[in-house]
């Protein structure tokens, strides 16, 4: 049986893009991959990538010179989780604090793992999580 390496993309419809592409690009510190009024793709570290759809600009076909991309709306708010390291968390919850971004809640779970949650300006909930919330991670 063929397996699975990781997940590669994350889409996201956003209400304002250019308003969410910021709040993400600040966030995480890189620069965009591709920028347009439809899309912002960015490195989301680990060889997977976060793409941001301007809300409803995603549900028609697109056009590429390489073939056809179908629709794919991601619908409501949603959830997000990165992957951080836990000797790095407290450095992540500083810049969350310099961004102005409120931590909304914490979690130390079982296995020994660490949550932090904060929403994005389109209200989803995202996660910082350290190695230790699942089995496989």
């Known amino acids: 049986m063929p397996r699975i390496r990781r997940v ?7 209400d304002h893009l250019p308003t969410s592409a910021a709040f993400y690009t600040r966030l995480l510190a890189i620069a965009p991959m591709v920028d347009t009024d439809r899309l912002v793709a960015i490195d989301a570290g680990g060889g ?8 409803g600009l995603a549900s028609e076909p697109l056009e ?8 794919h709306e991601s619908g409501g708010p949603g959830h997000l989780a990165f992957a ?8 992540w919850e ?35 999580a350290t190695p230790g919330l699942w089995p496989s991670y």
């Open 48 to 55: 997977t990538v976060l793409l941001l759809f301007q809300r």
């Open 94 to 128: 500083a810049r969350l604090a310099a961004l102005g971004v409120a931590v909304e809640s914490r979690v130390r779970w079982e296995r020994g793992g660490t949550s932090v949650y904060f929403r994005d300006p389109d209200g989803r909930s995202i996660e910082l």
């Open 64 to 71: 590429t010179p390489g073939g056809v991309i179908p629709p």
């Open 84 to 91: 951080v390291d836990a000797s790095e968390l407290a450095a």
């Open 8 to 14: 590669l993309e994350t889409a996201l419809d956003c």
